[in-house]
RNA sequence: GCUAGAGUAGCUCAAUGGUAGAGCAGCGGUUUUGUAAACCGCAGGUUGUGGGUCCGAUUCCCACCUCUAGCUCCA
């Protein structure tokens, strides 16, 4: 008889000969399950499962059910759109987190209205109460089926299919190429919402037509899926671009060019205190802080590799004044100049995409001596990428940008201890800054692509390193081969910000491939030459993107060392202008970003607007306060704090300030 | 870059093939205020840019620019 493994360790028989479905009814109906494991096989529930099997319950509320709930909805939203669009041709539709999606191929262009019919479709489906039923087909049948149907990217899918046995599902009279499992009925369905439709190229290759996507959300119930809406407008009410506005942070300009970021005066105080506190972390571990042009010479570039291998990401090359008026006097044209430039024959500048190439010439600048490793390079480097036009947003994707910059040079030997203390002070960063979910990835060279440098040895040997360190340090870490910059792998920190969202910040990589292709050298103590390793680390990546998220984390609601404005004196009345205009210049002289709101407003009104404007204290003053030195102290978030001495108040700011709370 | 959508005052958003409107912010005045919005007034626009259709375009058409969602990319 099937067994069943229950999470409690009990193991009860099912009876024999009759489906998951029925056994549960009668030997677990407590059992929410939606489908079963086999030998790490899913099953159907209305699956008949032979006398020896050993049954695993996948139950409706794990990530696996919650799975098969948002697969059967893509299946039904399918099946919405076959009805109101017949001759639509399916590609595929997974669930993803939080839902759904299905990719279409037809003529008419979706549009929200559109969502909106499809919707009210796949409710009318649920009452239908369809069961979904698994039927297999020989591999010859199905491809003859499908293509009659003229359903040619399931064909295609098939032909990747080595199985000689095909599965698909039925549910009403909508028919699927599907792995399953399903749900037993439409009517299991849950509750769901249409968010979106977007185009997707299908198999996700450029070459490929595009397809129309429509994503969905689904939950089990009606309350889970509108949490979910409300997270959403959440995150929506906290996208940086809009805080970033309404607060005066950074400004994005047509006539300067998109993706590139103009930092206001008060997102600038961000900045420049963040810069400041990693300047002094920087200087406590030994590095050494240098300044660098934002071009150089197109052949350093050539020669370290990122001319050639992403000349596409770039700006172009800023060409001599001389080699251009030369070009012109031979006419030389558009297609010509490219090639010339390929060929090297042609010299200009680059904006510097990256600064490892300009840190490396200062490297070289001196004779090195083993006793002068490891050297450790700093720079606020500001760097120049062309991103395409449909990535660029707001902040966090741009096109110029600053990263937190440094470069190690170090002996061999020295490399892993670098490496680790690199891990070290991105993790001691991020806890500062309160994002307390970081998860590791080993970013790897993919061995079937031809965009890396070097030779396979140094990739091995530089993998190897990151491997040690991250086991030495016993940390949780996923593997990601394609992942790796193209002169060597990485361990990269994936965050999860205030919003459960995840941002790739910080990176750690090692490199054996550029000192090689820049000659690199220090003398030994064998007083013979020997080549240096490098680490490429930036702990927030670039500054644009980490404020960014920053902005969406804090919900604008910066802590007080961040904030750019820290506390704002409100008088209460006319009366008080001069005793507040005192204690202004008192906060300002301890060191605090303080303004005097004097307008003639009722003092409720300057509150609310300081409270808006989230300013972490406000310091009220009254005849009461006026005739004790004294402050009325109010939070942005909790409130009145009582009334205390100016010098109390500053005293516990700057606590506070040192505390980075 | 690709697909779809969008662009109106500093911000958020209305409206229309026939002189473009509100709230907030701004400015001026009245009010002098005790812990999340006092009152009155004024000003603010080549409706993204350039072309076209039309007696007339902000509205319809075309091109370009920018933005949004997603795809691709992300050294």
Redesign the pocket.
């Given at each position: 008889m099937p067994v069943l493994l229950l999470a409690d360790g009990s193991r009860p028989s099912l009876p024999a000969g009759v489906s998951i479905a029925e056994a549960l009814r009668a030997v677990a109906p407590k059992v929410e399950a939606v489908a079963v494991k086999v030998n790490g096989q899913m099953r159907d529930l209305a699956w008949v499962p032979p006398a020896d099997a050993e049954i695993e319950p996948v139950r409706k509320e794990t990530p696996e059910g919650l799975d098969i709930l948002r697969h059967s909805l893509s299946h039904i939203m399918a099946a919405a759109v076959v009805r109101l669009f017949p001759g639509t041709k399916l590609a595929i539709g997974p669930a993803i987190e939080n839902g759904f999606y299905y990719d279409f191929d037809l003529e008419h262009?979706l549009?929200p209205e559109d969502l909106d019919r499809i919707e009210a479709e796949m409710t009318r489906i649920v009452k239908e109460r369809a069961p979904f039923q698994r039927m297999e087909l020989p591999r010859a049948e199905a491809l003859r089926r499908l293509d009659a149907e003229g359903q040619s990217y399931k064909v295609e899918l098939i032909e990747g299919l080595q199985d000689e046995t095909i599965s698909f599902y039925r549910s009403g009279d909508f028919m699927d190429l599907c792995r399953g499992p399903h749900l037993a009925t439409t009517a299991d369905a849950g509750a769901f919402k249409l968010l979106?439709?977007?185009?997707?190229?299908w198999r996700?290759?450029?070459k490929n037509p595009?397809l129309?996507?429509v994503?969905g959300a689904g939950f089990w119930t009606r309350q889970a899926l509108d949490e979910h809406l409300r997270w959403l407008e959440e995150a929506r009410a906290r996208d940086h671009?809009?805080l970033g506005?309404?607060h005066a942070l950074f400004h994005?300009n047509?006539l300067v060019?998109?993706?590139l970021v103009l930092w206001m005066p008060k997102g600038a105080i961000i900045r420049t205190e963040l810069e400041s506190w990693i300047r002094a972390e920087l200087r406590k571990l030994g590095y050494q802080g240098v300044y660098t042009p934002h071009i150089g010479r197109l052949g350093l570039f050539r020669t370290s590799g990122?001319y050639p291998y992403?000349r596409e990401?770039?700006y172009p090359p800023l060409i001599d004044r001389e080699c251009l008026a030369k070009l012109a006097d031979e006419n030389c044209g558009c297609a010509e100049l490219s090639n010339r430039l390929e060929a090297g024959e042609v010299e200009g500048y680059l904006l510097k995409?990256?600064n490892c190439p300009l840190h490396i010439q200062i490297y070289k600048a001196a004779q090195r001596s083993y006793r002068d490793l490891p050297i450790r390079l700093a720079e606020f480097g500001t760097v120049y990428?062309?991103?395409?036009?449909?990535?660029?947003?707001?902040m966090v994707?741009v096109r110029g940008f600053t990263q937190d910059d440094a470069h190690l040079f170090c002996a061999p030997e020295q490399l892993e201890g670098e490496v680790e203390a690199c891990v070290a002070l991105v993790q001691s960063m991020f806890r500062t800054l309160g994002l307390t979910q970081v998860q590791m990835r080993v970013s790897l060279r993919d061995p079937a692509s031809d965009?890396y440098v070097g030779s396979a040895e140094n990739w091995a040997r530089a993998e190897q390193n990151l491997r040690h360190v991250v086991r030495k340090l016993g940390l949780d870490y996923v593997e990601a081969p394609g992942?790796a910059?193209?002169?060597g792998p990485k361990i990269d920190f994936i965050v999860r910000d205030a919003l459960n969202r995840q941002w790739q910040l910080g990176t750690v990589q090692v490199d054996y491939n550029l000192p090689e292709r820049f000659g690199l050298e220090y003398i030994g103590a064998d007083n013979a030459p020997h080549r240096p390793v490098m680490v490429h680390r930036a702990p927030l990546g670039s500054l644009e993107r980490f404020v960014g998220i920053l902005i969406e984390h804090y919900g604008a609601a910066f802590p007080l060392w961040l904030s750019p404005e820290q506390v704002r004196v409100l008088p209460?009345?006319?009366?008080q202008t001069e005793y507040a205009a005192r204690v202004t210049e008192q906060l300002k002289d301890a060191g605090l970003r303080v303004h005097l709101q004097a307008s003639?407003?009722?003092?409720?009104?300057k509150?609310?607007q300081a409270?808006?404007d989230k300013v972490p204290y406000?310091a009220?003053v009254?005849?009461?306060?006026a005739e004790k030195g004294a402050v009325?102290v109010?939070h942005?978030k909790d409130?009145?704090q009582g009334?205390m001495p100016v010098e109390d108040f500053a005293a516990r700011m700057r606590r506070e300030i040192a505390e980075k709370t």
């Amino acid at each position: 008889m099937p067994v069943l493994l229950l999470a409690d360790g009990s193991r009860p028989s099912l009876p024999a000969g009759v489906s998951i479905a029925e056994a549960l009814r009668a030997v677990a109906p407590k059992v929410e399950a939606v489908a079963v494991k086999v030998n790490g096989q899913m099953r159907d529930l209305a699956w008949v499962p032979p006398a020896d099997a050993e049954i695993e319950p996948v139950r409706k509320e794990t990530p696996e059910g919650l799975d098969i709930l948002r697969h059967s909805l893509s299946h039904i939203m399918a099946a919405a759109v076959v009805r109101l669009f017949p001759g639509t041709k399916l590609a595929i539709g997974p669930a993803i987190e939080n839902g759904f999606y299905y990719d279409f191929d037809l003529e008419h262009k979706l549009t929200p209205e559109d969502l909106d019919r499809i919707e009210a479709e796949m409710t009318r489906i649920v009452k239908e109460r369809a069961p979904f039923q698994r039927m297999e087909l020989p591999r010859a049948e199905a491809l003859r089926r499908l293509d009659a149907e003229g359903q040619s990217y399931k064909v295609e899918l098939i032909e990747g299919l080595q199985d000689e046995t095909i599965s698909f599902y039925r549910s009403g009279d909508f028919m699927d190429l599907c792995r399953g499992p399903h749900l037993a009925t439409t009517a299991d369905a849950g509750a769901f919402k249409l968010l979106s439709v977007a185009g997707a190229y299908w198999r996700g290759d450029e070459k490929n037509p595009m397809l129309q996507r429509v994503y969905g959300a689904g939950f089990w119930t009606r309350q889970a899926l509108d949490e979910h809406l409300r997270w959403l407008e959440e995150a929506r009410a906290r996208d940086h671009r809009h805080l970033g506005k309404q607060h005066a942070l950074f400004h994005l300009n047509d006539l300067v060019g998109p993706g590139l970021v103009l930092w206001m005066p008060k997102g600038a105080i961000i900045r420049t205190e963040l810069e400041s506190w990693i300047r002094a972390e920087l200087r406590k571990l030994g590095y050494q802080g240098v300044y660098t042009p934002h071009i150089g010479r197109l052949g350093l570039f050539r020669t370290s590799g990122h001319y050639p291998y992403y000349r596409e990401s770039q700006y172009p090359p800023l060409i001599d004044r001389e080699c251009l008026a030369k070009l012109a006097d031979e006419n030389c044209g558009c297609a010509e100049l490219s090639n010339r430039l390929e060929a090297g024959e042609v010299e200009g500048y680059l904006l510097k995409p990256m600064n490892c190439p300009l840190h490396i010439q200062i490297y070289k600048a001196a004779q090195r001596s083993y006793r002068d490793l490891p050297i450790r390079l700093a720079e606020f480097g500001t760097v120049y990428r062309y991103e395409g036009s449909g990535e660029l947003n707001g902040m966090v994707r741009v096109r110029g940008f600053t990263q937190d910059d440094a470069h190690l040079f170090c002996a061999p030997e020295q490399l892993e201890g670098e490496v680790e203390a690199c891990v070290a002070l991105v993790q001691s960063m991020f806890r500062t800054l309160g994002l307390t979910q970081v998860q590791m990835r080993v970013s790897l060279r993919d061995p079937a692509s031809d965009k890396y440098v070097g030779s396979a040895e140094n990739w091995a040997r530089a993998e190897q390193n990151l491997r040690h360190v991250v086991r030495k340090l016993g940390l949780d870490y996923v593997e990601a081969p394609g992942e790796a910059a193209f002169y060597g792998p990485k361990i990269d920190f994936i965050v999860r910000d205030a919003l459960n969202r995840q941002w790739q910040l910080g990176t750690v990589q090692v490199d054996y491939n550029l000192p090689e292709r820049f000659g690199l050298e220090y003398i030994g103590a064998d007083n013979a030459p020997h080549r240096p390793v490098m680490v490429h680390r930036a702990p927030l990546g670039s500054l644009e993107r980490f404020v960014g998220i920053l902005i969406e984390h804090y919900g604008a609601a910066f802590p007080l060392w961040l904030s750019p404005e820290q506390v704002r004196v409100l008088p209460i009345g006319e009366a008080q202008t001069e005793y507040a205009a005192r204690v202004t210049e008192q906060l300002k002289d301890a060191g605090l970003r303080v303004h005097l709101q004097a307008s003639n407003e009722k003092i409720g009104a300057k509150i609310r607007q300081a409270t808006l404007d989230k300013v972490p204290y406000m310091a009220i003053v009254g005849a009461k306060e006026a005739e004790k030195g004294a402050v009325s102290v109010r939070h942005r978030k909790d409130g009145d704090q009582g009334v205390m001495p100016v010098e109390d108040f500053a005293a516990r700011m700057r606590r506070e300030i040192a505390e980075k709370t």
